[in-house]
Protein backbone atom coordinates (compact mmCIF):
# COMPACT_ATOMS: atom_id res chain seq x y z
CA UNK A 1 0.00 0.00 0.00
CA UNK A 2 2.95 2.63 0.50
CA UNK A 3 4.26 1.48 -2.54
CA UNK A 4 1.37 2.35 -4.32
CA UNK A 5 0.47 5.84 -2.83
CA UNK A 6 3.98 6.66 -3.57
CA UNK A 7 3.32 5.63 -7.23
CA UNK A 8 0.05 7.40 -7.77
CA UNK A 9 1.65 10.60 -6.37
CA UNK A 10 4.64 10.05 -8.39
CA UNK A 11 2.19 10.14 -11.37
CA UNK A 12 0.01 13.04 -9.87
CA UNK A 13 3.18 15.28 -10.04
CA UNK A 14 4.08 13.82 -13.50
CA UNK A 15 0.64 14.66 -15.12
CA UNK A 16 0.37 18.76 -13.05
CA UNK A 17 4.32 18.88 -14.65
CA UNK A 18 2.76 17.94 -17.91
CA UNK A 19 -0.19 20.36 -17.97
CA UNK A 20 1.98 23.13 -16.62
CA UNK A 21 4.64 22.78 -19.67
CA UNK A 22 1.90 22.55 -22.10
CA UNK A 23 0.31 25.68 -20.77
CA UNK A 24 3.89 27.43 -20.73
CA UNK A 25 4.41 26.21 -24.35
CA UNK A 26 0.62 27.06 -25.63
CA UNK A 27 1.28 30.66 -24.12
CA UNK A 28 4.64 31.11 -24.97
CA UNK A 29 3.19 30.33 -29.00
CA UNK A 30 0.83 33.07 -27.99
CA UNK A 31 2.97 35.26 -27.62
CA UNK A 32 5.63 34.72 -30.38
CA UNK A 33 2.14 34.90 -32.69
CA UNK A 34 1.03 38.33 -30.51
CA UNK A 35 4.91 39.26 -31.66
CA UNK A 36 4.90 38.12 -35.18
CA UNK A 37 1.19 40.00 -35.93
CA UNK A 38 2.39 43.28 -34.01
CA UNK A 39 5.36 43.45 -36.23
CA UNK A 40 3.64 42.41 -39.33
CA UNK A 41 0.87 45.42 -38.36
CA UNK A 42 3.84 47.35 -37.88
CA UNK A 43 5.52 47.13 -41.49
CA UNK A 44 1.80 47.65 -43.17
CA UNK A 45 1.41 50.83 -41.25
CA UNK A 46 5.24 52.28 -42.45
CA UNK A 47 3.56 50.80 -45.99
CA UNK A 48 1.02 53.39 -45.89
CA UNK A 49 3.49 56.07 -44.41
CA UNK A 50 5.65 55.38 -47.12
CA UNK A 51 3.54 55.67 -49.71
CA UNK A 52 2.00 58.61 -49.03
CA UNK A 53 5.54 60.02 -48.83
CA UNK A 54 5.98 58.92 -52.03
CA UNK A 55 3.06 59.70 -53.98
CA UNK A 56 3.26 63.20 -52.27
CA UNK A 57 6.45 63.76 -55.20
CA UNK A 58 5.24 65.86 -57.55
CA UNK A 59 8.02 64.51 -59.42
CA UNK A 60 7.34 61.23 -59.35
CA UNK A 61 11.03 60.36 -58.73
CA UNK A 62 10.65 58.03 -55.78
CA UNK A 63 9.50 55.19 -57.80
CA UNK A 64 5.98 54.72 -56.21
CA UNK A 65 2.91 54.11 -58.88
CA UNK A 66 -0.41 54.49 -58.61
CA UNK A 67 -1.36 52.17 -61.01
CA UNK A 68 -1.99 49.12 -59.44
CA UNK A 69 1.99 48.15 -59.93
CA UNK A 70 3.86 46.33 -56.97
CA UNK A 71 6.74 48.03 -54.88
CA UNK A 72 8.97 46.67 -52.61
CA UNK A 73 10.86 47.60 -49.65
CA UNK A 74 12.60 46.23 -46.46
CA UNK A 75 11.93 47.04 -42.97
CA UNK A 76 14.33 44.99 -40.47
CA UNK A 77 13.61 41.18 -41.44
CA UNK A 78 10.05 41.75 -42.92
CA UNK A 79 9.29 42.21 -46.51
CA UNK A 80 6.40 44.24 -47.97
CA UNK A 81 4.92 43.95 -51.45
CA UNK A 82 2.83 46.78 -51.73
CA UNK A 83 -0.03 47.93 -54.84
CA UNK A 84 -1.20 51.32 -55.06
CA UNK A 85 -4.37 52.35 -56.54
CA UNK A 86 -5.10 56.04 -57.87
CA UNK A 87 -9.29 55.77 -57.08
CA UNK A 88 -9.19 58.18 -60.32
CA UNK A 89 -8.55 55.00 -62.18
CA UNK A 90 -11.95 53.43 -60.80
CA UNK A 91 -15.68 53.43 -61.26
CA UNK A 92 -17.56 55.55 -58.72
CA UNK A 93 -20.53 53.56 -57.91
CA UNK A 94 -22.26 56.59 -56.63
CA UNK A 95 -21.23 58.62 -59.64
CA UNK A 96 -20.96 56.56 -62.73
CA UNK A 97 -23.65 56.56 -65.30
CA UNK A 98 -25.61 53.46 -65.96
CA UNK A 99 -24.21 52.98 -69.18
CA UNK A 100 -20.57 52.60 -67.84
CA UNK A 101 -22.17 50.36 -65.12
CA UNK A 102 -23.79 48.86 -68.07
CA UNK A 103 -20.46 48.18 -70.04
CA UNK A 104 -18.38 46.78 -66.73
CA UNK A 105 -20.73 44.25 -66.26
CA UNK A 106 -21.17 43.21 -69.84
CA UNK A 107 -17.25 43.23 -69.81
CA UNK A 108 -17.34 40.03 -67.52
CA UNK A 109 -19.61 38.29 -69.66
CA UNK A 110 -23.25 39.20 -67.76
CA UNK A 111 -25.67 38.72 -70.01
CA UNK A 112 -27.34 42.00 -71.20
CA UNK A 113 -30.66 41.85 -69.70
CA UNK A 114 -29.38 40.89 -66.15
CA UNK A 115 -26.28 43.89 -66.89
CA UNK A 116 -28.95 46.07 -67.56
CA UNK A 117 -31.25 45.12 -64.41
CA UNK A 118 -27.88 45.47 -62.17
CA UNK A 119 -26.90 48.62 -63.52
CA UNK A 120 -30.84 50.07 -62.82
CA UNK A 121 -30.58 48.44 -59.26
CA UNK A 122 -27.16 50.34 -58.70
CA UNK A 123 -28.62 53.79 -59.67
CA UNK A 124 -31.99 53.19 -58.61
CA UNK A 125 -29.60 52.12 -54.85
CA UNK A 126 -28.51 56.03 -54.81
CA UNK A 127 -31.58 57.76 -55.98
CA UNK A 128 -33.64 56.16 -53.09
CA UNK A 129 -34.00 59.20 -50.81
CA UNK A 130 -33.45 58.96 -46.50
CA UNK A 131 -34.91 61.22 -43.80
CA UNK A 132 -32.99 63.82 -42.98
CA UNK A 133 -31.96 67.02 -44.88
CA UNK A 134 -28.17 68.11 -45.94
CA UNK A 135 -26.53 70.88 -44.90
CA UNK A 136 -27.66 72.73 -48.00
CA UNK A 137 -31.38 71.65 -47.00
CA UNK A 138 -31.77 69.31 -50.17
CA UNK A 139 -33.03 65.98 -49.79
CA UNK A 140 -30.48 63.31 -48.92
CA UNK A 141 -30.17 60.09 -51.35
CA UNK A 142 -28.71 57.21 -49.60
CA UNK A 143 -24.97 56.53 -50.97
CA UNK A 144 -23.14 53.56 -51.45
CA UNK A 145 -20.21 53.53 -48.82
CA UNK A 146 -18.49 50.77 -49.87
CA UNK A 147 -17.93 48.62 -52.80
CA UNK A 148 -19.19 45.28 -51.23
CA UNK A 149 -22.71 46.41 -50.46
CA UNK A 150 -23.41 45.58 -54.15
CA UNK A 151 -23.84 42.23 -52.26
CA UNK A 152 -27.08 43.09 -50.86
CA UNK A 153 -28.51 43.87 -54.64
CA UNK A 154 -30.59 41.26 -55.83
CA UNK A 155 -28.91 39.34 -58.54
CA UNK A 156 -25.73 40.33 -57.78
CA UNK A 157 -23.61 37.08 -56.66
CA UNK A 158 -20.12 36.55 -54.91
CA UNK A 159 -18.68 35.14 -57.75
CA UNK A 160 -20.06 38.30 -60.63
CA UNK A 161 -19.01 40.63 -57.58
CA UNK A 162 -15.27 38.91 -57.38
CA UNK A 163 -15.21 40.12 -60.73
CA UNK A 164 -15.78 43.49 -60.82
CA UNK A 165 -15.12 44.31 -57.88
CA UNK A 166 -11.07 45.99 -59.14
CA UNK A 167 -12.86 48.21 -61.16
CA UNK A 168 -14.80 49.66 -58.38
CA UNK A 169 -14.97 52.23 -55.72
CA UNK A 170 -16.49 55.06 -53.48
CA UNK A 171 -13.99 57.65 -53.45
CA UNK A 172 -13.37 58.99 -56.53
CA UNK A 173 -16.44 61.05 -56.39
CA UNK A 174 -16.25 61.53 -60.17
CA UNK A 175 -18.50 59.83 -62.88
CA UNK A 176 -15.73 59.24 -65.02
CA UNK A 177 -12.03 57.22 -65.09
CA UNK A 178 -9.14 58.19 -65.60
CA UNK A 179 -8.18 55.26 -67.99
CA UNK A 180 -3.78 56.53 -67.61
CA UNK A 181 -4.45 54.68 -64.19
CA UNK A 182 -7.42 52.17 -64.51
CA UNK A 183 -6.89 48.85 -63.88
CA UNK A 184 -7.35 46.39 -66.63
CA UNK A 185 -10.79 45.53 -65.61
CA UNK A 186 -12.29 49.48 -65.79
CA UNK A 187 -10.06 49.50 -68.91
CA UNK A 188 -12.68 46.63 -70.59
CA UNK A 189 -15.81 48.82 -69.31
CA UNK A 190 -15.34 51.23 -71.93
CA UNK A 191 -17.18 51.27 -75.17
CA UNK A 192 -15.17 49.04 -77.97
CA UNK A 193 -12.37 47.94 -75.33
CA UNK A 194 -11.35 44.57 -76.41
CA UNK A 195 -8.44 42.58 -74.36
CA UNK A 196 -5.41 43.22 -77.00
CA UNK A 197 -6.28 47.48 -76.68
CA UNK A 198 -6.09 46.90 -72.73
CA UNK A 199 -2.94 45.10 -73.02
CA UNK A 200 -1.80 47.09 -75.37
CA UNK A 201 -2.29 49.99 -73.20
CA UNK A 202 -1.24 48.48 -70.11
CA UNK A 203 2.18 47.87 -72.39
CA UNK A 204 2.71 51.54 -73.05
CA UNK A 205 2.10 52.54 -69.24
CA UNK A 206 4.93 50.21 -68.38
CA UNK A 207 7.33 51.76 -70.02
CA UNK A 208 6.72 54.91 -68.66
CA UNK A 209 9.42 56.26 -65.91
CA UNK A 210 8.11 58.75 -64.52
CA UNK A 211 4.23 59.48 -62.93
CA UNK A 212 3.82 62.95 -61.42
CA UNK A 213 1.40 63.37 -59.29
CA UNK A 214 0.17 66.90 -60.41
CA UNK A 215 0.78 69.82 -58.13
CA UNK A 216 -1.64 69.31 -55.38
CA UNK A 217 -2.97 65.60 -54.01
CA UNK A 218 -5.79 67.36 -51.94
CA UNK A 219 -8.89 65.27 -51.76
CA UNK A 220 -7.42 62.42 -53.53
CA UNK A 221 -7.89 58.91 -52.64
CA UNK A 222 -5.76 56.27 -52.81
CA UNK A 223 -6.02 52.39 -52.29
CA UNK A 224 -3.39 49.90 -51.01
CA UNK A 225 -2.84 46.01 -51.22
CA UNK A 226 0.05 44.87 -48.80
CA UNK A 227 1.37 42.03 -48.24
CA UNK A 228 4.09 41.47 -45.19
CA UNK A 229 6.41 38.75 -44.65
CA UNK A 230 9.36 37.51 -42.64
CA UNK A 231 10.12 34.28 -44.84
CA UNK A 232 7.38 32.26 -42.59
CA UNK A 233 4.37 34.47 -41.60
CA UNK A 234 2.70 36.69 -43.61
CA UNK A 235 -0.33 38.93 -43.29
CA UNK A 236 -2.36 40.86 -45.98
CA UNK A 237 -3.78 43.98 -45.57
CA UNK A 238 -5.82 46.23 -47.47
CA UNK A 239 -6.10 50.09 -46.95
CA UNK A 240 -7.42 53.26 -48.29
CA UNK A 241 -6.67 56.89 -47.52
CA UNK A 242 -7.32 60.39 -48.65
CA UNK A 243 -5.10 63.42 -48.90
CA UNK A 244 -5.71 66.66 -47.13
CA UNK A 245 -3.82 69.95 -47.45
CA UNK A 246 -3.02 70.13 -43.77
CA UNK A 247 0.62 69.48 -42.99
CA UNK A 248 0.30 68.16 -39.58
CA UNK A 249 -2.10 65.48 -40.66
CA UNK A 250 -1.65 65.00 -44.24
CA UNK A 251 -3.89 62.43 -44.97
CA UNK A 252 -7.03 60.41 -43.70
CA UNK A 253 -7.29 56.78 -43.09
CA UNK A 254 -10.52 55.98 -44.87
CA UNK A 255 -10.33 51.90 -44.48
CA UNK A 256 -7.64 49.69 -43.23
CA UNK A 257 -8.00 45.64 -42.42
CA UNK A 258 -6.40 42.17 -41.94
CA UNK A 259 -7.54 40.57 -45.26
CA UNK A 260 -5.62 37.33 -44.39
CA UNK A 261 -3.14 35.86 -42.34
CA UNK A 262 -0.77 32.61 -42.28
Known sequence: MPLLSVL???????????????????????????????????????????????????????????????????????????????????????????????????????????????????????????????????????????VNELLLLPGMSQDLFTKIEPALTVYSQRPTFDPQLAPPEALLALPGATSDQVAQTLARRSQDTLVPQGPSLKGRAFSLAIEATDGIHKRAYRAAIRFTDDPVKPYWLLDYQIVSKS
Open 8 to 146: WGIALLAVIATTVMDATGTSRKLADNGLYAAQADAMAEAAIVWAAIGLSDPTGRTGWRADGRTLQFELSKWHAVVRIQDELGRIDLNFADQDLLFGLLRSVGTEPQKATALALSITEWRMTPIPGASASGQPQRRLFHA
